[in-house]
């Protein structure tokens, strides 16, 4: 049962100042997986340093994190 959520495809629209803690603080503690983690914020320049910094997928598109978290 440990880490299912691991194993999981997720989007976390609204990874902004506190989504972005939550996001990195499940990813530190390995109950996600990078690979299948997709994030949305409001802007290109914070999706950019996002991705860098948490090694996820981030974009600024609501349709396009749920097709991700779905589909990649």
């Known amino acids: 049962m440990e880490y299912e ?3 999981k495809r ?3 629209l609204g ?3 506190m989504g972005g ?3 990195q603080a499940l ?3 390995n109950l996600l997986s ?3 983690t997709y994030a949305r914020v409001q802007r290109a320049d914070r999706a950019k340093a996002l991705a860098a910094k948490l090694n996820v997928k981030v974009g600024t598109n609501n349709a396009a994190a749920i097709k991700g978290a779905t589909s990649f």
């Open 15 to 17: 990874a902004g100042k």
């Open 27 to 29: 990813l530190k503690n």
């Open 34 to 36: 990078p690979e299948l």
């Open 21 to 23: 803690i939550l996001l």
């Open 5 to 7: 959520l691991r194993k």
């Open 10 to 12: 997720v989007a976390v």
